[in-house]
């Protein structure tokens, strides 16, 4: 049975609804990035971005090429430390969504 929506599309729609499903999406993606589960941070980012800012415009805000950004984020990408904090920084200020990196110490 074929899906209706598309995925993106279903994403996109929920995370304009829900500001804690956008949260929560961003919040995914950085820790997913922090731990080293790379690929898993790289498209969860991607979904961020598709389902708020889209790359076109995150383009015009970081003065790159959005096909840059879309490669940078797609299964093979590989973005420096530079340009990953300069994208998740201009999330930020773009979607209102601030993250705040805290140090946890776990028990043994």
């Known amino acids: 049975m074929?899906?209706?929506r598309s995925f993106r599309?279903?994403?996109?729609?929920?995370?304009?609804r829900e500001p804690a499903f956008r949260k929560a999406l961003f919040q995914e993606a950085v820790q997913?990035?922090?731990?080293?589960?790379?690929?898993h941070g790289r498209a969860a980012l991607r979904a961020y971005i598709n389902a708020t800012v889209g790359f076109d415009r995150l383009g015009e805000v970081l003065g790159r090429s959005p096909k840059s950004?879309?490669?940078m984020f797609g299964p093979?990408?590989?973005?420096?430390a530079g340009n990953l904090?300069?994208?998740?920084g201009a999330?930020?200020?773009e979607t209102g969504v601030h993250l705040k990196i805290r140090a946890v110490t776990e028990a043994a």
């Open 32 to 39: 997913a990035l922090l731990q080293g589960e790379i690929d």
């Open 85 to 88: 904090l300069g994208v998740i």
């Open 69 to 71: 950004l879309m490669r």
């Open 2 to 4: 074929p899906l209706t």
């Open 76 to 80: 093979d990408g590989n973005p420096t």
């Open 91 to 93: 999330l930020q200020e």
């Open 9 to 16: 599309d279903t994403v996109r729609a929920r995370a304009e």
